[in-house]
């Protein structure tokens, strides 16, 4: 939902879609062959993802692929950048890109709270930088039945999670968003209740498709995108993936999140992506992909957005009828 500040960064310094796209064949050529994975793993950490006058190319530089990404072809980084949903800068779906653009991430800093030994407030720098960049390829599927293949870049959660030292009382992991009227004008009208509130089970918070992303594309997070670090969970409905985080709070019950609040018979707290259960205004069983064409086909929504493999065993016992 928003756009960046004017870049100090030159052009010539960023990767281009093109020299991203090449190079990611690259890497996968290289990756089946065996030939340049652990080159990828030894790169150095992740600090370059959150200083601004660090070249951008060195985020593309320390991906480090990843088995869990798909091989499907990538939305282009004008849709992935200018369709969205972001409600802080506006409703329609190409407000963010243009109300964000002035929108200044930096600096950051996120406060942790509850029950963990390790609270406090963090500098988004030391908060990523212990931590090894990945690229995670992923689909995201929106609620509103489109979808979309974006190449993220981010840190596992359960990394940043695991040196927090959650305590025996923390079943749940609670996120809030930025709430700043000023910065965010959308936060102006109440179309929402702020700040924005998400959450997971400390199971889904810990699971390794789990991640926070500080980039897409080998570039910087787009303030419209969740700059400067947003969740993605990619077997749940994008309204999981709260943007812009200032807040991550270890909880002994469910938290409350912003859409189940505003309609709680329309949106459940685990959201997990299920073509079986019906939006109660629309059907959940085929998706938009977005880029494909205003006259394609429809695709088939896949159960937990084709994630189920590695995620089904989270919810052994839980009717995904009703929680979904
Ligand atoms: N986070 C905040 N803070 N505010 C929002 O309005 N929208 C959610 C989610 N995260 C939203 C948010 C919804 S509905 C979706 S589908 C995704 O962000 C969209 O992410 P994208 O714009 O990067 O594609």
Request: hydrophobic letters at 40%; charged letters at 25%; a positive charge.
């Amino acid at each position: 939902m928003l756009i960046r500040k004017p870049n100090p960064i030159r052009s010539s310094e960023i990767t281009s879609k093109d020299n991203y796209l090449n190079r990611r064949e690259f890497i996968r050529a290289g990756a089946a062959s065996g030939a340049i994975a652990g080159a990828s793993l030894s790169a150095p950490a992740a600090l370059a993802a959150v200083i601004p006058d660090e070249p951008l190319a060195k985020l593309a530089d320390i991906r480090k692929p990843s088995p869990f990404s798909t091989d499907e072809t990538l939305t282009s980084y004008d849709d992935v950048t200018t369709y969205n949903n972001f409600y802080e800068f506006g409703t329609g779906k190409d407000d963010p890109h243009r109300n964000a653009r002035d929108f200044e991430p930096q600096p950051w800093s996120i406060k942790v709270d509850g029950h963990a030994e390790n609270t406090g407030t963090f500098h988004l720098e030391d908060f990523v930088k212990p931590h090894t960049l990945e690229e995670r390829i992923y689909r995201m599927r929106c609620v509103e039945a489109w979808s979309m293949v974006i190449p993220w870049v981010g840190i596992p959660l359960a990394d940043v999670l695991k040196a927090l030292k959650p305590t025996s009382k923390a079943k749940f992991v609670a996120f809030e968003t930025l709430y700043d009227p000023k910065r965010m004008p959308g936060q102006r009208r109440r179309v929402l209740d702020w700040p924005y509130r998400e959450g997971l089970t400390i199971a889904e918070a810990m699971h390794p498709l789990t991640i926070l992303a500080v980039g897409l594309y080998g570039e910087v997070l787009p303030n419209q995108n969740g700059a400067p670090l947003r969740l993605v969970v990619p077997w749940k409905y994008g309204f999981k993936g709260i943007k812009s985080i200032v807040r991550i709070r270890f909880m002994s019950r469910m938290p409350q999140t912003s859409w189940n609040l505003s309609a709680p018979h329309e949106y459940g707290f685990y959201a997990n992506v299920n073509p079986e259960v019906d939006h109660p205004r629309w059907s959940q069983a085929r998706e938009r992909r977005i880029g494909s064409g205003l006259f394609a086909a429809k695709q088939p929504t896949l159960m937990f957005n084709g994630y189920a493999e590695e995620v089904a065993s989270l919810y052994d016992g839980l009717d995904l009828r009703r929680n979904y």
